[in-house]
């Protein structure tokens, strides 16, 4: 039996560290943590087609997403005191519309430049429907894309440096126990 469980902490470390870098691989983190669909609706912003595609509703699946991002990092005073009264936005957007590169035939993909510093928009009291509503920036393209981004970098930071390095530290902890319980010694006393 100890040599069962000996064979499991020495493989639990590299064993997780496969199933952390096939999940990342494969995006099941991004697809828990909502960075999935945030990345979709980043794109659907900046796709260059204008209303309705580049208007995101809070019914829509990327919605809470970009919203849950947003809410974390926007440097708007404004926005960050309605967040505080927990005032949502009814719809997400960019402001402008693309302009398109070069002419290409019909058939073929739009080549359309969205700026990085156009403005991600918050917007109140609007639906599918219309309305007049109000709204404020909450950040530039280029800071939505970087803030996805840094969530992913943060992410591999906790797993890979901090929670495998304390795993590691305690398997290390535990073989050295089990060797000094096994010789007798303490490691005070063993050089």
């Known amino acids: 039996m100890r040599n069962v469980f000996k064979f499991i902490i020495t493989c639990l470390i590299p064993v997780l560290t496969v199933i952390y870098g096939v999940g990342d691989y494969l995006q099941w983190w991004d697809k828990i943590s909502g960075r999935y669909d945030a990345l979709k609706g980043f794109e659907r912003l900046i796709h260059g087609n204008g209303y309705p595609e580049n208007y995101i509703y809070k019914d829509e699946p990327e919605f809470a997403a970009i919203e849950k991002i947003i809410n974390k990092n926007t440097r708007n005073e404004k926005i960050i005191k309605l967040i505080k009264k927990d005032i949502r936005p009814s719809a997400i957007s960019i402001d402008g519309g693309g302009a398109k590169r070069h002419q290409v ?14 403005q991600i928009l918050y917007l109140y009291g609007v639906s599918k429907q219309g309305g007049k509503g109000k709204l404020s920036w ?7 894309r970087r803030w996805i981004e840094e ?11 901090v929670f495998l390095s304390i795993l590691s530290m305690w398997v290390g902890i535990l073989q050295l126990l089990k060797e000094n319980k096994n010789s007798g ?7």
Request: net charge neutral; glycine share 2%; aromatic share 10%.
């Open 151 to 161: 969530s992913k970098n943060k992410e591999r930071f906790w797993v890979t440096t």
């Open 185 to 191: 010694d303490t490691i005070l006393n063993n050089p």
């Open 105 to 118: 035939p019909d058939r073929w993909p739009q080549s359309i430049f969205i700026p990085a510093n156009s």
């Open 138 to 144: 909450v950040g530039t393209a280029a800071d939505l």
